[in-house]
């Protein structure tokens, strides 16, 4: 069994788009969406009608804490084995059809030596989330350093219907690799989906890789956007 969950902060219009697809894909999915201190009234009408419980809470993405929430939520109204982390800004394509095989799996980036998984759309073994949680591994201070973010609301990640912001956010899928591999979790590739920091970055990557072998792609931010209407 698997859960599905998304956050929404400023992208209200493009997550319902998602949800839309992904309704259509997994009619029968449990599904959570939580607003991140944002009302979003459209948005939870569109929830209440496709059956896709809605978490109300306040602005966490500054913190570690957003994860947790997150982790929380899943355990408290979930017993579904795998949770399925998506973005507003991921597309679905297809019903996938295999996981990743580790605790935490999805699309990994590797410099150098080291490597994450992209949180476009990323997987976790419920016993992961445990894991995580137990060891209360989350809480390190170390997470609360600005090495552990980014710029989301500025250009390269910034859609034209987002508004510009030099708050910086934490990286959440940084913390969560690196976090599990603090407390020995194993991470994977999950080769049906293909998440890229950038839009620029996932065109390149789709010149080499074909679509047909792929249930999810990360980030289509716009409607109009060519891969968008695929």
């Given at each position: 069994m698997i859960s599905f969950v998304m956050h929404v902060y400023q992208d209200a219009a493009l997550a319902q788009l998602r949800l839309?697809?992904?309704?259509?894909?997994?009619?029968?999915?449990?599904?959570?969406?939580?607003?991140?201190?944002?009302?979003?009234?459209e948005l939870e009408n569109f929830c209440s009608a496709a059956k896709?419980?809605?978490h109300?809470?306040?602005?966490?993405?500054?913190?570690?804490?957003?994860?947790?929430?997150?982790?929380?939520?899943?355990?408290?109204?979930?017993?579904?084995e795998y949770l399925i982390k998506i973005d507003p800004d991921?597309?679905?394509?297809?019903?996938?059809?295999?996981?990743?095989?580790g605790g935490i799996f999805g699309t990994i980036h590797r410099f150098n030596s080291w490597s994450y998984v992209n949180g476009g759309a990323m997987?976790?073994?419920?016993?992961?989330?445990?894991?995580?949680?137990?060891?209360?591994?989350?809480?390190?201070?170390r997470y609360e350093q600005e090495s552990f973010?980014?710029?989301?609301?500025?250009?390269?990640?910034?859609?034209?219907?987002?508004?510009?912001s030099l708050d910086r956010i934490i990286a959440s899928d940084i913390i969560l690799s690196d976090a599990?591999?603090?407390?020995?979790?194993?991470?994977?590739?999950?080769?049906?989906?293909?998440?890229c920091a950038s839009h620029m970055q996932l065109c390149e990557r789709l010149k080499l890789q074909?679509?047909?072998?792929?249930?999810?792609?990360?980030?289509?931010?716009?409607?109009?956007?060519?891969?968008?209407?695929?």
């Amino acid at each position: 069994m698997i859960s599905f969950v998304m956050h929404v902060y400023q992208d209200a219009a493009l997550a319902q788009l998602r949800l839309s697809e992904l309704r259509s894909l997994y009619p029968d999915a449990e599904a959570l969406v939580i607003f991140d201190g944002v009302e979003a009234p459209e948005l939870e009408n569109f929830c209440s009608a496709a059956k896709i419980h809605v978490h109300k809470g306040r602005r966490l993405k500054e913190s570690p804490q957003w994860i947790v929430r997150m982790l929380r939520l899943f355990l408290a109204t979930s017993p579904a084995e795998y949770l399925i982390k998506i973005d507003p800004d991921t597309k679905w394509l297809k019903p996938f059809q295999v996981l990743g095989t580790g605790g935490i799996f999805g699309t990994i980036h590797r410099f150098n030596s080291w490597s994450y998984v992209n949180g476009g759309a990323m997987g976790f073994r419920r016993f992961a989330v445990d894991c995580l949680l137990e060891s209360r591994v989350l809480e390190n201070p170390r997470y609360e350093q600005e090495s552990f973010r980014y710029n989301r609301w500025l250009p390269p990640y910034l859609a034209s219907t987002e508004q510009r912001s030099l708050d910086r956010i934490i990286a959440s899928d940084i913390i969560l690799s690196d976090a599990a591999r603090s407390i020995g979790l194993s991470v994977s590739d999950w080769t049906e989906v293909l998440c890229c920091a950038s839009h620029m970055q996932l065109c390149e990557r789709l010149k080499l890789q074909s679509l047909d072998k792929l249930s999810a792609i990360h980030p289509v931010k716009n409607a109009e956007d060519r891969i968008a209407q695929i």
